[in-house]
């Protein structure tokens, strides 16, 4: 499990540092596209690393402390079906329909 918890640390700062990078020099809108659906695959990822979180840690917490583990199991499908909507929004905004929004 600690090999796993590094492995994600390091997934993510990878992914923070190409999203880092990616970022547009314009100000322009049609720059925001591919902010937007860089933005619903690090979503997307996010709520795959939660979901594969949840059936490593959760089981265990909830050994230790069954009301704890509910609540944590709780807190997680939350926060990725949180990051699964986002991920959805933001890949229906890099679709060129940011003008509709705006």
Do not use: H
Request: charged share 10%; hydrophobic share 60%.
């Amino acid at each position: 499990m600690k090999v796993f918890v590094i492995a994600i640390v390091i997934f993510v700062i990878i992914m923070y540092l190409v999203y880092m990078l990616s970022l547009p020099v314009s100000d322009s809108i049609e720059s925001l596209d591919g902010v937007f659906f860089y933005l619903a695959i690090f979503q997307w990822l996010c709520a795959a690393i939660i979901s594969i979180s949840i059936f490593l840690y959760v089981k265990r917490i909830a050994m230790s402390n069954r009301t704890y583990g509910k609540t944590v199991l709780m807190e997680a499908i939350v926060f990725a079906f949180a990051n699964l909507i986002g991920g959805f929004f933001n890949y229906y905004l890099s679709k060129d329909l940011i003008g509709d929004l705006l």
